[in-house]
């Protein structure tokens, strides 16, 4: 297998009519679905430019070039004058395509029985998977290539049936404590739902709410970061975290990263402590331990408390800048 098969990937499918699922949803699958091949090495993307998933297909990878400037999208088609027998609307789709696609592959110069077999053989010789939306009805183009798939021994991610599963994340904020929102992401596969997160630039999950991938459903205070973060629920995947402060502000980490970020806003934490203290002591002419509360030694007298907590908001502040 040549290296520009092993990274293409074709896409076959029904037409609207035949298809169970509304407009966006299918959208939505599909974007899902380049986005997770993208990340396993596929860069070229083959469209027969049939109406429904075809066309649709091809608008969602002309969309994903946005982020990926790598990604390749390649027309198929079957005879010249291909559009022509489409409505209005579905012409003009189809020319705004070919306007935006990186390469044009006509097949035949005019029409003849067969052509568009022809151009399904062409999809499934030069690829190494296809993803389609076959509802397993022996009959039409999407079967006849869905079954070459499988006679060449070539992967088929079937979209019928399959629904975006939910996977779980956090994100942390630093107020005037550290409080915790858990979102969801709507993916074919933990790794595309890690993917979106980047691509959406990990922005604070209240200004997503209305976006189709991301929905916020919860938010609780933490006395602290280092509140584990829980893999249940989430399939066993171990979540990530996205830690919001000056100092981390744009960081995503996974769990395992997640340790260096905490042991960093410890460091912090210690250190503004100890200057908050010193000088809180300083300002009243007290030793460390006469700020004390008498009755809880490991917490400050309230008369105290609330120009220590200034202290340290502000040495906070200014040694996670550095």
Not at 297 to 306: D, I, L, N, S, T
Request: with cysteine.
């Amino acid at each position: 297998m040549n290296d520009n098969k092993k990274k293409t990937l074709a896409f076959s499918g029904h037409r609207m009519n035949r298809i169970r699922i509304g407009k966006e949803e299918l959208s939505a699958l599909i974007q899902a679905a380049i986005i997770h091949f993208y990340l396993q090495g596929y860069r070229i993307f083959l469209s027969g430019m049939a109406e429904g998933l075809d066309m649709l297909a091809a608008e969602e990878v002309l969309k994903a070039k946005e982020y990926y400037p790598d990604i390749k999208l390649h027309c198929i088609i079957p005879f010249k004058g291909q559009a022509n027998r489409m409505g209005t609307e579905d012409k003009a789709r189809y020319e705004s395509i070919l306007s935006g696609a990186d390469n044009e592959i006509c097949l035949s110069e005019k029409y003849y029985e067969g052509c568009f077999l022809r151009r399904n053989d062409y999809l499934v010789e030069n690829s190494s998977q296809v993803v389609a939306y076959y509802d397993n009805v022996p009959q039409g183009g999407t079967h006849y290539t869905v079954r070459n798939a499988h006679k060449r021994g070539i992967e088929v991610f079937n979209l019928f049936g399959r629904e975006l599963e939910y996977h779980h994340f956090y994100q942390d904020e630093l107020l005037m404590g550290w409080g915790r929102s858990l979102f969801n992401v709507r993916a074919v596969s933990y790794e595309q739902a890690v993917e979106s997160i980047r691509l959406l630039g990990f922005r604070d999950v209240y200004e997503l709410d209305e976006h189709p991938l991301v929905a916020y459903d919860s938010f609780e205070y933490l006395l602290e970061t280092n509140t584990p973060v829980s893999p249940e629920g989430n399939k066993g995947q171990a979540t990530i975290e996205y830690l919001k402060c000056d100092s981390l502000k744009t960081a995503v980490f996974s769990n395992a990263d997640t340790r260096i970020a905490e042991e960093s806003q410890n460091t912090i934490r210690e250190l503004a402590c100890l200057l908050s203290e010193k000088k809180l002591a300083d300002e009243l002419d007290m030793l460390p331990s006469g700020l004390r509360d008498k009755n809880n030694p490991g917490k400050y007298a309230e008369a105290y408390q609330e120009k220590y907590d200034g202290y340290l908001k502000n040495y906070m502040e200014l040694l996670s800048k550095l």
